[in-house]
């Protein structure tokens, strides 16, 4: 089947209720960004950075996947789907794609403060305490802004391998996941399905916009892809 290499950003999970990372004010969930989402703001205040996440895992089960998520699982019966996103929620495992690659990590994981390569499956909330069998107090498995991500040569073979590339709900000013369009060959096609997209950010004689929803360009483009299979 033919290799479909999916990015994902905030603008997948909208739809369903989860808020874009950072809003035009530059806040996320009206706290600032470094305060809850790096290691400085964990070394100063590590209660409020629990207490931001918990409130995130909470949030997952009031909310279910929408119609791009299903999509997108539902692909996978006529092509190889594999998703690289960088939502840290889990509504794409939710939805039933079972080849998913989470970039900046999970809300329903957590690590040792100093275990880099730990990762614990986690649902409740975490608080100052807890700690792993090493003593390590837990926190987030997430990427923090200033912290290395450890999967990104993982998505950068991925994305190479793409014979279709799709990128969804992202404004591509992250980095480095915004780069992992460059990684496919030359002559493989890359759609970009967002709402406002990010026109400065690529080459538009190889990359087709589409600029809409994600469950909306995502319908539009499962018929398209389908009826070139019949």
């Not at 594999?82 to 690659?101: C, F, K, M, P, Y």
């Not at 450890?150 to 980095?175: C, H, N, W």
């Not at 970009?192 to 539009?220: C, T, W």
Request: proline share 5%.
């Amino acid at each position: 089947m033919k290799k479909l290499v999916v990015l994902t950003g905030a603008g997948m999970s909208a739809e369903s209720g989860i808020s874009t990372f950072r809003d035009s004010n530059g806040l996320w969930e009206n706290h600032d960004i470094m305060e809850v989402a790096s290691p400085q703001g964990w070394k100063k205040n590590p209660a409020l950075v629990l207490d931001f996440y918990n409130k995130r895992r909470a949030q997952l089960k009031e909310v279910t996947p929408n119609d791009g998520h299903i999509i997108l699982a539902e692909l996978e019966t006529f092509f190889d789907v594999q998703i690289i996103t960088q939502n840290v929620d889990n509504l794409h495992e939710r939805a039933g794609s079972t080849n998913i690659l989470h970039l900046h990590g999970e809300l329903t994981k957590v690590r040792g403060e100093f275990s880099e390569n730990e990762s614990i499956h986690w649902e409740e909330d975490v608080l100052l305490g807890h700690e792993n069998i090493k003593g390590e107090q837990l926190r987030p498995d997430i990427v923090w802004f200033g912290e290395a991500v450890p999967k990104f040569d993982e998505a950068v073979r991925i994305a190479a391998s793409a014979e279709m590339m799709l990128i969804i709900g992202t404004s591509l000013q992250v980095y480095p996941a915004a780069s992992l369009m460059e990684y496919p060959k030359a002559n493989v096609p890359i759609i970009y399905i967002d709402p406002n997209p990010a026109l400065d950010s690529f080459d538009k004689q190889r990359v087709h916009v589409m600029p809409m929803k994600a469950s909306e360009g995502l319908e539009l483009l499962k018929q398209n892809l389908l009826s070139k299979k019949q």
